[in-house]
């Protein structure tokens, strides 16, 4: 099935926050000083991609499906999961300001936003564009600036 219109640029974020825990994974077996650098790289993509991706979903595309009743178990999970995942950033940023180079944190975030982009690419957008079309043609997202990582 071809993704709404509107939904395409949140897919695209997707695709980029994989590529970012792609690279924090690897980073993960390496040394102290890449991890280090891996995670201070990943902070700075989620920091400024990924919060303004959760901010879109938030307060543009799930109020769409807020008053459906079959939704309402859905965007409770995928708000849940938005908190789960900044949490596990905290504790990553954390760890890197007491020095320790995010070992513990790295594998929880990688799982958490890997199962998430899932969660949202199979179960959530699915659902969200079986809304009229011309309630999703409505929707205008913040202007997307990629903030991109060299590896």
């Known amino acids: 099935m071809k993704r709404h219109e509107t939904l395409i640029p949140l897919t695209h974020d997707h695709h ?3 590529a970012a825990i792609r690279r924090l994974a690897v980073a993960s077996n390496g040394t102290d000083e890449e991890r280090d650098h891996a995670s ?27 008053d459906a009743p079959q939704a309402r178990g859905t965007m409770e ?10 949490a596990a950033v905290h504790c990553l940023a954390c760890e890197l300001e007491d020095g320790v180079p995010g070992a513990a944190s790295i594998p929880r975030i990688v799982d958490l936003l890997r199962s998430h982009i899932r969660f949202e ?31």
């Open 16 to 18: 980029h926050a994989l």
């Open 121 to 151: 690419e199979t179960v959530v957008f699915p659902m969200i564009e079986s809304l009229s079309s011309v309630e999703l043609d409505s929707v205008k997202l913040r202007q997307r600036t990629r903030a991109t990582v060299t590896p």
């Open 40 to 66: 201070r790289q990943f902070l700075w993509f989620f920091r400024k991609d990924t919060l303004v991706h959760f901010r879109d979903e938030e307060e543009i595309i799930f109020p769409l499906v807020a």
């Open 77 to 86: 999970r995928a708000m849940s999961q938005h908190a789960e995942i900044q």
